[in-house]
């Protein structure tokens, strides 16, 4: 059993860092602040007893050693960067409560038969830097190192300088070690646990995702003396295209998401029809053919809008990855544990990408879900109870000692 | 009879200040650029032997005097500041016109009767503070002058300080004094002239305008886990009411304008469904009633899509004109000036606001345009043949002597 006031106010006392006004987090990956956050978790990290390294990507690892040193370790972890205006809990909580099962093991001295790592993922959020999932994805080899380190943020900022910056570019190889097992405990960041009134979800894969960058350009123009005929508005065109992502995800439901997060206008003055609009879109389903309709439909789109709204439309791939289906077996774990502790649960699919997606390809993954409030995440007022908080801690304590042995 | 090249040589060196890579100019009102701009002119306006002075708004008034100085000064004039990717001609056209016109009358050493003022007005485009057509606009009594010098900018820069940042800051109080007549030559900014083969638009009047701010209100979640059927996308709300603009504009032709030129979406994240949207809308109209046609359908659709997609939205009035028809007799004199000096011509109605609408209410008015290349304007390309800039201010130059009796 897991202390769930101390990963309460772990949590509370992290959230400190990068504090917004309304109350939620803006700790953007490899910021200052998220410099502070991970000094923070270190410092936590040693005083739980756990041996620190750093990769070149920036991934920090926490490692507990098990009697027999040969096993490959059983690992846990999430990620502390957040959404420009984010929340306490995402990525926060899985982090938090890999710590929490490493102070409880301190407390009671309990040891492993294999090693137990508790990992901190570079950039998952993927709001400053794509790819999205950063430091999962290298260490699992889904892109190369180099791809990571020269991703710029919208200034120009190199991840490489970034990492630098705040003292996190460390020495390590990224990835190519064996890692038995990867558990990672969520907040669900949907509403499905909420509306059953569960307290587990039991993980059973993830949606598979496709993003994608649009640069429509027409002819910047004056909005007066123009007539409406010989215009070549580049938002007219784009709005339609922002909509179809939305139509397309409508008509693959329960499982279709369509998402247009970043729109920019130029030149974006008041009395100047666009010459150019740029957006992303953001696509995803539980199914690998229903994934693939939906991005042939939304090229189609993008290809005939050109010609419907006498512009040029431009479409760029930025990064996708299949459905995910995780481990049987440590799914299975999660739902015994679940089980026997007497915590109502349920199976979930993962509607949001997290490290574990990347990781299920290199180790045998599974994750659990906590229930947040009104199912709102990447939100300033994302909340969530503590008694899940804590139950989801004790079925990652018990999934993890079941897969390591005791 | 003007000097041609004279005249185009100086649109040209004016142009060097504030010059864009694609050949255009960003010297947006007040900023040092603007300054830089207007000492240049300032001081030809000085070698041509006029007057300087300079009111609270920064409207710069350059007088010639007239044989009998108890006349009204016949006033030529229009703006200097520019779109932030605007052109060459765009206003300055108008004050290097009028300039010319100056050097002219100083060369031959022709008095009129009336005294002659060329004015440069602050702020006439808007994309950097509104009210758009600023100076004119305290000039005429259209707002009042507090109005003006508290509007900031997007980084909260206000006209009062910027104008101290660029000395000027006048003593002279805004408006308030007589003007026989005005007149302001321009780039028609639109297609027609162009299409129909003529050199100078006798312009008759104004098309009205209307200018709102829209703030749309969703709420912000994970694009990922959240349904579809739960989410509350201020953007996807937003792009139905950006295309009602172009369709109310539409259904209203020939005459009808409409568009979004300015779009912020927040929180700007990939995998955020934006939570907020703000945007401006542009409606125009040459008939009064169409226009509040245009308005009350524009209203209705924002009122309505507040239940229709789940979300809040904020409309907010900007601006507005009614359409301005202009002094019948100034006009008349425009079309025989036109007519005398053998140019082809053409009645027309602009669709851009320009100085000469706000003046229009305080002093008869008329406006005199040349052809601009395919019709572009509030672009970097925008551009115009020396001969049809220096068939305009031939027209000017006549219609003023006209009016001001030689
Ligand atoms: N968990 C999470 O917010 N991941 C970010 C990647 C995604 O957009 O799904
Ligand atoms: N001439 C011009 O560009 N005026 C700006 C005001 C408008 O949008 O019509």
């Known amino acids: 059993q897991i202390n769930g006031q101390r990963l309460w106010q772990s949590l509370m006392e992290l959230a400190r860092v990068g504090a917004t006004e309304q109350g939620g987090n803006c700790r953007l990956a490899l910021t200052a602040l998220d410099g502070q956050g991970r000094d923070l978790v270190v410092g936590w990290m040693k005083d739980a007893g756990l041996s620190i390294s750093v990769d070149q990507v920036g991934n920090i690892f ?118 038995g097992a990867y558990y990672e405990a969520h907040i669900e960041q949907g509403p499905i646990l909420e509306a059953q009134d569960k307290v587990i979800g039991v993980v059973t894969g993830s949606l598979g995702l496709r993003w994608y960058d649009v640069n429509v350009t027409g002819m910047e123009m004056h909005a007066g003396p123009t007539p409406m005929s010989v215009r070549q508005d580049a938002l007219f065109a784009a709005t339609h295209l922002m909509q179809e992502v939305i139509h397309i995800a409508r008509d693959h439901q329960p499982h279709g998401r369509g998402t247009v997060g970043v729109v920019q206008v130029h030149p974006g003055s008041r009395n100047v029809i666009p010459g150019q609009v740029q957006f992303t879109a953001d696509l995803r389903h539980e199914d690998a053919a229903t994934l693939a309709l939906m991005d042939q439909r939304w090229r189609q789109a993008c290809a005939e809008a050109g010609e419907r709204f006498g512009v040029k439309v431009e479409l760029i791939d930025v990064q996708h990855f299949p459905p995910t289906p995780f481990a049987t077996p440590l799914v299975q774990h999660i739902r015994e544990q679940a089980q026997r502790a007497g915590y109502s649960h349920m199976d979930i699919v993962t509607g949001a990408g997290h490290d574990a997606v990347y990781i299920a390809d290199v180790a045998p993954t599974a994750m659990i879900f906590v229930p947040c409030k009104d199912g709102i995440s990447h939100n300033e007022i994302e909340d969530a109870q503590p008694e899940h908080l804590e139950a989801g801690a004790n079925v990652l304590l018990n999934a993890m000692l079941q897969t390591a042995g005791v």
């Open 62 to 179: 926490g490692r507990r050693a098990g009697r027999n040193p040969a096993l490959a370790p059983v690992m846990t972890g999430s990620h502390i960067d957040t959404q420009p205006t984010g929340g306490k809990f995402d990525g926060c909580y899985g982090v938090m409560a890999g710590l929490e099962i490493m102070r409880t093991l301190q407390d009671t001295g309990l040891q492993t038969e294999a090693p137990l790592e508790l990992a901190i993922w570079t950039n998952e959020e993927g709001s400053r830097f794509v790819p999205v999932m950063m430091g999962s994805g290298v260490f699992a080899g889904k892109f190369p190192l180099a791809t990571a380190l020269d991703a710029t943020d919208m200034s120009g900022k190199r991840v490489r300088d970034e990492l630098q910056a705040i003292g996190y570019a460390g020495m390590l190889p990224v990835g190519g070690r064996p890692v």
